[in-house]
T-cell receptor, first 112, second 111 residues
């Protein structure tokens, strides 16, 4: 089957660095995305990795290791507004059609 | 300058009714999606259309029927609503395989 695992909750203090891990099991893997969702809001795209390595976008970075079926989202200089749920999502192709599978989300709490 | 819009934002209805949710995107994207997010925040893709053509059709009850009159619109019609259909439904569009842009969501409550 296809599945993604991420921690359900992470807590950190303002100014700190936090890493949210995502491991996946899927066939036909194409890439790994990360989305942020505030309570009551819509998911917002953060990053996408198709190749191994680190992608940096401002305070956020995302890493992928295809051989380990593993990725992470790194948030630096945490701010209160970063308190939200973070979802990893795999884009995979099976039988010629692609699909997106989302993880169950990690709730990040940033403390003052 | 709304990118992806959905109507209505809230929908409260009784079991057995039929309802529709509308989605429009003004980003010029070719691909649009419908997602369901349940009370545990699990986000699951339901359908995907590319240039008005259905390309992803997950295992959802056939009470759910998407309709794409043109590239900018993807509507979701639900027949014979059930309690378990209560959720937030998100429409999304994408220009490529990298990212998706989500609408604000429609919170459906079936009583």
């Amino acid at each position: 089957g296809q599945s993604l695992e991420q921690p359900s909750e992470v807590t950190a203090v303002e100014g700190a660095i936090v890493q949210i891990n995502c491991t996946y099991q899927t066939s036909g893997f194409y890439g790994l995305s990360w989305y942020q969702q505030h309570d009551g809001g819509a998911p917002t795209f953060l990053s996408y990795n198709a190749l191994d390595g680190l992608e940096e976008t401002g305070r956020f970075s995302s890493f992928l290791s295809r051989s380990d079926s593993y990725g992470y989202l790194l948030l630096q200089e945490l701010q209160m507004k970063d308190s939200a749920s973070y979802f990893c999502a795999v884009r995979a192709s099976t039988s010629g059609t692609y699909k997106y599978i989302f993880g169950t989300g990690t709730r990040l709490k940033v403390l003052a | 300058d709304t990118a992806v819009s959905q109507t209505p934002k809230y929908l409260v209805t009784q079991m057995g009714n039929d309802k529709s949710i509308k989605c429009e995107q003004n980003l010029g994207h070719d691909t649009m999606y419908w997602y369901k997010q349940d009370s545990k925040k699990f986000l699951k893709i339901m359908f995907s259309y590319n240039n008005k053509e259905l390309i992803i059709n997950e295992t959802v009850p056939n009470r759910f029927s998407p309709k794409s009159p043109d590239k900018a619109h993807l509507n979701l019609h639900i027949n014979s609503l059930e309690l378990g259909d209560s959720a937030v439904y998100f429409c999304a569009s994408s220009p490529s395989t990298r990212e998706q842009y989500f609408g604000p969501g429609t919170r459906l409550t079936v009583t």
